[in-house]
């Protein structure tokens, strides 16, 4: 059975205090590996697409890596307004419902 | 500005009451997905739609009815045969990779 698994379910920092969230998954045949970001209430944000090992992507203060077993997403020097839940998805075919999403990390940077 | 439109925001439904979820795009987009998120769990996928007239159930279809008449629009019924309908609901499109997914601002239903 796919799974996806994020780590840690909840993380706290202090503004400026780097750090990365992890997303392990176990596939059999990877398509795709995607992040997004989902604030309070709303939907998720798409943010990065990773397709094979050794694949880096920036974005401001996030940056996104992965290895044949999991993925980071790391945040250096985060800000308050980095606070947000942040979801991993895999893609394990073509169709859409190939698309197995993790339970999510909880982010709060404290000024 | 181009993007999806959820509606309500909120819903309360009583039980044995059917009730539709609207979703609507303007991004152009052939394909559109529902997801739901419940507190613990990652979305999982209710119905997808890659074009108009034709769609296909997701993991949890169950108790779920959708249609696709026109490109931009893609309703969710929840019936009252779903038997745990209280949830957030999400709406999606995409063009291309289905992991690169816009969404909606979801619709927060609750069963009273």
């Known amino acids: 059975e796919d799974q996806v698994t994020q780590s840690p379910e909840a993380l706290r920092l202090q503004e400026g205090e780097s750090s990365s969230l992890n997303c392990s998954y176990t596939v059999s045949g990877l398509r795709g590996l995607f992040w997004y970001r989902q604030d309070p209430g709303k939907g998720p944000e798409f943010l990065f697409t990773?397709?094979?090992a050794g694949e880096e992507k920036e974005k401001e203060r996030l940056k996104a890596t992965i290895t044949k077993k999991e993925s980071f997403l790391h945040i250096t020097a985060p800000k308050p307004e980095d606070s947000a839940t942040y979801l991993c998805a895999v893609q394990v075919g073509w169709r859409a419902d190939g698309l197995t999403f993790g339970k999510g990390t909880h982010l709060i940077i404290q000024p | 500005d181009g993007g999806i439109t959820q509606s309500p925001k909120y819903l309360f439904r009583k039980e044995g009451q059917n009730v539709t979820l609207s979703c609507e795009q303007n991004l152009n987009h052939d394909a559109m997905y529902w997801y739901r998120q419940d507190p613990g769990q990652g979305l999982r996928l209710i119905y997808y739609?890659?074009?108009?007239?034709?769609?296909q159930k997701g993991d949890i279809a169950e108790g779920y009815s959708v249609s696709r008449e026109k490109k931009e629009s893609f309703p969710l019924t929840v019936t009252s045969a779903q038997k745990n309908p209280t949830a957030f609901y999400l709406c999606?499109?995409?063009?291309?990779?289905?992991?690169?997914?816009?969404f909606g601002q979801g619709t927060r239903l609750t069963v009273v």
């Open positions: 990773l397709y094979s």
């Open positions: 739609s890659q074009i108009v007239n034709d769609f």
């Open positions: 999606a499109s995409s063009v291309g990779t289905v992991g690169e997914a816009f």
